[in-house]
């Protein structure tokens, strides 16, 4: 259903259609446009089975159907005493991958940004309490953030999306790309380890992977290994990502 949902919106509605063409053929340039209409079709059936996702609570079950790689860096980034940031991205079941972690007995917040929409904005932090997972809010959360980490607790933060004026620019698909420095500054006031994960769909279940905690380094250089790092992922599984967001329109405009 999920995927007939994104068919749907991305042939008949084209609901940001354009958007999403615009950064596919940025991203990938050597592409056809018919091979990029089909990887953004496929993106927005991936958008479609997430969004399903939000619709009741995480079934415990699932975890049998989830292949863990590199829980041991969780593991060790809570035995320093100083938890740890778990920076993911708007990739694959993203919000699976907080509740899946919640449900393993993993102390876990999310800074989540407050929707427009009320009620999406109730359902999808609904999903999450019900999953196990704190919710924090973005505006104003910086030291909540800190609190959190002190307290030895894994926060969750999706830092992928454009930041606008008041981000850090980095290489980001070879384009100039605004990223939040949030992340690194909150690493460098706690001493807390930079941890990305991701899950990947792979027939009838998922892969999550747990990375090594990003070098250390200066907000500059931590952001830009986060890019670099996301970049990669992307370009594996292209069909996983939010190409519908205006990922670079405070750097290159193209909107």
């Known amino acids: 259903m999920g995927e007939r949902v994104g068919k749907f919106a991305f042939d008949l509605l084209g609901f940001r259609r354009r958007v999403t063409l615009i ?23 991936n958008l479609g089975r997430t969004f399903f996702d939000l619709l009741k609570p995480f079934p415990p079950h ?6 863990f790689e590199g829980l ?6 809570l035995q320093q005493g100083k938890g740890g940031i778990i920076l993911g991205g708007h990739f694959g079941r993203w919000e699976l991958s907080m509740a899946a972690l919640a449900q393993k007995g993993y102390p876990l917040d999310v800074v989540a940004k407050e929707q427009h929409n009320q009620l999406v904005d109730r359902l999808v932090n609904g999903y999450r309490m019900r999953s ?13 953030v800190i609190g959190a980490l002190r307290k030895n607790r894994l926060v969750g933060i999706l830092a992928d999306q454009d930041a606008g004026r008041d981000g ?9 790309a605004s990223f939040s420095s949030g992340p690194a500054f909150i690493a460098e006031k706690s001493g807390s380890p930079l941890i990305m994960t991701f899950i990947i769909r792979e027939g009838k279940g998922e892969r999550m992977i747990i990375t090594r905690p990003l070098p250390p380094g200066g907000k500059k250089e931590r952001t830009q290994a986060y890019a670099t790092a996301l970049e990669g992922f992307i370009r594996s599984h ?5 190409w519908p967001h205006k990922r670079w329109k405070s750097t290159v405009g193209l909107y």
């Not at 699932?62 to 292949?67: F, K, Q």
């Open 23 to 45: 950064n596919l053929r940025l991203a990938f340039p050597q592409m056809g446009r018919g091979e990029l209409i089909s990887l953004g079709r496929r993106s927005y059936q």
């Open 238 to 242: 292209p069909d996983h990502w939010f």
């Open 62 to 67: 699932l975890l049998r159907r989830i292949n």
């Open 168 to 176: 850090l620019v980095v290489n980001f698909f070879s384009q100039p």
């Open 132 to 144: 196990g997972v704190a919710v924090i809010r973005a505006k104003g959360g910086a030291w909540k």
């Open 72 to 77: 041991e860096n969780l593991d060790r980034a």
